[in-house]
């Protein structure tokens, strides 16, 4: 077991992880986007909401196992690693650090400063430099202990869980009033093309749900994970589901299913009807604060994949070192978050991240395969077995694999460019390795 960082995360913790995580921007700005992309026709766009929903919780028990059986820092990383070998496991580690986690927390900022430029204008060096500070406040948080880390984590999502179904609340108070809803819900199938769409409209949902799979990464700091990873992923994602249509519903009784699928940002859309054009702003409070909190979850979750890579001498070596006194991998996540303001700064993020996020999935198969790897040796206690093995597992791999496949159809080039910035880890994994130690790595 993995001594180093101390075991300080609970079941809530854990929980409030996951939600806070993965509830970015994406609910207060996508929707209109996923209606707009099955003709507005809302049935189909609140089933893909759910199916969404319904695949990351196959992942998700997936994880859950892998995590119980094997609860170690880096979560994912190590799956590949112990299963498949260093080489994937480092591209992922790789791809997370300079493309995927790098440009996810650059994005979030820059989103964070734009949102609260609504609020106070503001010149654009002024922005970047509040984005540069957001990272930099929440990086001093992280490197003092994941225990104050995961606190901020904690009121973060609290807040910002509240904060929607506050807004769900009042928009089905003071909308076109629930009846309307359920209206568009009875005439949703007058479309020919109802489902046509229905696949792009599950790439959307799948963005507002991504996040879920960085709560692996902390498997080294949580109190008695063989019981609280499951239990989190099953909590956590049922709640997300809950909350992503119970925010639908509210813009539903707001907009009508055209005006709700013409619209950039559902939120500030359905608000302004309901509570007038001034409320804006309160909008662009609610999406920064929820920002601020995917931003803290993530730096304190991908930060751990670094450490590890750098404990196998796959990574800088520095960024094994723990703190003295705080007990955290202080340089991995100054290291991360560093790079992250260089992105943020300069402007760079936006296509190195567009380019790559879609391979993140294609890691998220493969490691979810390595269960079947995992299942064939004894050494790896099963405590928490997934249910309806081998269907879920199998059920989630297919669908990460049909949504690269449907990105490398549907955007060939840029999908190329994405796959070719991953495997430019190559040449650095080989230096790595010539450099590593002789002991053999990913022993349990």
């Given at each position: 077991?993995?001594?180093?960082?101390?075991r300080t995360?609970?079941?809530?913790?854990?929980?409030l992880?996951v939600?806070?995580?993965?509830?970015?921007?994406?609910?207060?700005?996508?929707?209109?986007?996923?209606?707009?992309?099955?003709?507005?026709?809302?049935l189909?766009?609140?089933?893909?909401?759910?199916?969404?929903?319904?695949?990351?919780?196959?992942?998700?028990?997936?994880?859950?196992?892998?995590?119980?059986?094997n609860?170690?820092?880096?979560?994912?990383?190590?799956?590949l690693?112990?299963?498949?070998g260093?080489?994937?496991?480092?591209?992922?580690?790789?791809a997370?650090?300079?493309?995927?986690?790098?440009?996810?927390?650059?994005?979030?900022?820059?989103?964070?400063?734009a949102?609260?430029?609504?609020?106070?204008?503001?010149?654009?060096?002024t922005?970047?430099?509040?984005?540069?500070?957001?990272?930099?406040?929440?990086t001093?948080?992280?490197?003092?202990?994941?225990?104050q880390?995961?606190?901020?984590?904690?009121?973060?999502?609290?807040?910002k869980?509240?904060?929607?179904?506050l807004?769900?609340?009042?928009?089905?108070?003071?909308?076109?009033t629930?009846?309307?809803?359920?209206?568009n819900?009875?005439s949703?199938?007058?479309?020919?093309?109802?489902?046509?769409?229905?696949?792009?409209?599950?790439?959307?949902?799948?963005?507002?749900y991504?996040?879920?799979?960085?709560?692996?990464?902390?498997?080294?700091?949580?109190?008695?994970p063989?019981?609280?990873?499951?239990?989190?992923?099953?909590?956590?994602?049922?709640?997300?589901?809950?909350?992503y249509?119970?925010?639908n519903?509210?813009?539903?009784?707001?907009?009508?299913?055209?005006?709700?699928?013409a619209?950039?940002?559902a939120?500030?859309?359905?608000?302004?009807?309901?509570?007038?054009?001034?409320?804006?702003?309160?909008?662009?409070?609610?999406?920064?604060?929820?920002?601020f909190?995917?931003?803290n979850?993530?730096?304190?979750?991908?930060?751990?994949?670094?450490?590890?890579?750098?404990?196998?001498g796959?990574?800088?070596?520095k960024?094994?070192?723990?703190?003295?006194?705080?007990?955290?991998p202080?340089?991995?996540?100054?290291?991360?978050?560093?790079?992250?303001?260089?992105?943020?700064?300069?402007?760079?993020?936006?296509?190195l991240?567009?380019?790559?996020?879609?391979?993140?999935?294609?890691?998220?198969?493969i490691?979810?395969?390595s269960i079947?790897?995992?299942r064939?040796?004894?050494?790896?206690?099963?405590?928490?077995?997934?249910?309806?093995?081998?269907?879920?597992?199998?059920?989630?791999?297919?669908a990460?694999?049909?949504?690269?496949?449907?990105t490398?159809?549907?955007?060939?080039?840029?999908?190329a460019?994405?796959?070719g910035?991953?495997?430019?880890?190559?040449?650095?994994y080989?230096?790595?390795?010539?450099?590593?130690?002789?002991?053999?790595?990913?022993?349990?």
């Open positions: 077991m993995d001594h180093g960082l101390p995360l609970g079941l809530r913790d854990l929980t992880l939600i806070g995580t993965v509830i970015g921007s994406g609910i207060f700005l996508v929707p209109g986007a996923v209606l707009a992309q099955v003709h507005g026709s809302v189909p766009a609140l089933l893909a909401w759910i199916a969404g929903g319904a695949l990351s919780m196959l992942g998700a028990l997936t994880f859950g196992e892998l995590s119980a059986a609860p170690r820092a880096g979560g994912i990383y190590v799956y690693r112990d299963a498949f260093a080489f994937p496991a480092f591209l992922f580690g790789w997370l650090f300079f493309a995927i986690g790098g440009g996810a927390n650059a994005a979030l900022a820059t989103a964070f400063s949102n609260l430029a609504q609020v106070i204008p503001m010149s654009t060096t922005e970047k430099l509040l984005a540069v500070g957001m990272i930099a406040l929440v001093i948080v992280n490197v003092r202990g994941a225990r880390s995961s606190n901020l984590q904690n009121w973060m999502t609290t807040v869980v509240g904060t929607i179904v807004m769900s609340v009042v928009l089905l108070s003071l909308g076109r629930s009846a309307g809803t359920v209206a819900l009875r949703a199938g007058s479309d020919g093309h109802l489902w046509s769409g229905f696949g792009l409209a599950m790439l959307g949902v799948l963005w507002a991504e996040g879920w799979q960085y709560a692996t990464f902390s498997a080294g700091e949580t109190i008695d063989q019981r609280n990873f499951p239990r989190a992923f099953f909590i956590g994602l049922a709640a997300l589901v809950a909350v249509l119970f925010a519903l509210g813009y539903l009784a707001a907009l009508t299913p055209s005006a709700l699928a619209s950039k940002s939120a500030a859309a359905s608000v302004a009807t309901v509570v007038g054009p001034g409320s804006a702003k309160l909008i662009a409070i609610a999406i920064a604060i929820s920002i909190g995917a931003v979850g993530t730096i304190l979750t991908s930060s751990r994949v670094y450490y590890a890579m750098a404990k196998d796959l990574f800088f070596q960024l094994a070192e723990i703190h003295p006194r705080f007990r955290t202080a340089f991995a996540v100054v290291s991360g978050s560093a790079w992250a303001a260089i992105l943020a700064a300069t402007g760079t993020f936006e296509q991240f567009t380019y790559t996020v879609f391979t993140g999935w294609l890691f998220y198969g490691a979810a395969a079947f790897v995992y064939k040796r004894p050494e790896h206690p099963r405590p928490y077995s997934v249910p309806f093995y081998p269907w879920t597992p199998l059920l989630f791999i297919v990460a694999a049909a949504l690269v496949a449907n490398i159809l549907a955007q060939p080039r840029p999908a460019i994405g796959l910035i991953v495997f430019l880890g190559a040449p650095a080989l230096v790595w390795r010539a450099r590593k130690p002789s002991e053999s790595e990913g022993q349990i």
